[in-house]
Nanobody, 125 residues
Framework: QVHPVESGGGLVPAGGSLRLSCAASIRTFSSYTMGWFRQAPGKERETVAAIMWHGRSTYYADSVKGRFTISRDNAKNTVYLQMNSLKPEDTAVYYC??????????????????WGQGTQVTVSS
């Protein structure tokens, strides 16, 4: 069973930074598309960022472009989300997910096969 595990969440003041990590126990991690999602109370889950298996193609939601950066280290089976210039509206539970087909169907939640438990990010104003 594959279980992505997120870490790095926490409480940060507006304008601050956090780096989320997601470690996945997948033998063929380097062939997976990886995505970060978030869900705030009362809102639908949204795709924040995604990265294809080779790392050369990425996707970002308009709301985080220029502030967040997704990256991956296939040797460590880990994907990262560097979040800078955080805003209170970034407050949410952040989830990591893995797409075993390695597709570029980034924003389709159904394309992802394995999901982590989530990590809370709270940005204070």
């Amino acid at each position: 069973q594959v279980h992505p595990v997120e870490s790095g969440g926490g409480l940060v003041p507006a304008g601050g930074s956090l780096r989320l990590s997601c470690a996945a126990s997948i033998r063929t991690f380097s062939s997976y598309t990886m995505g970060w999602f978030r869900q705030a109370p009362g809102k639908e889950r949204e795709t924040v960022a995604a990265i294809m298996w080779h790392g050369r193609s990425t996707y970002y939601a308009d709301s985080v472009k220029g502030r967040f950066t997704i990256s991956r280290d296939n040797a460590k089976n880990t994907v990262y989300l560097q979040m800078n210039s955080l805003k209170p509206e970034d407050t949410a539970v952040y989830y990591c997910a893995a797409d075993r087909d390695g597709s570029n169907d980034y924003i389709n939640h159904r394309a992802y096969d394995y999901w982590g438990q989530g990590t809370q990010v709270t940005v204070s104003s």
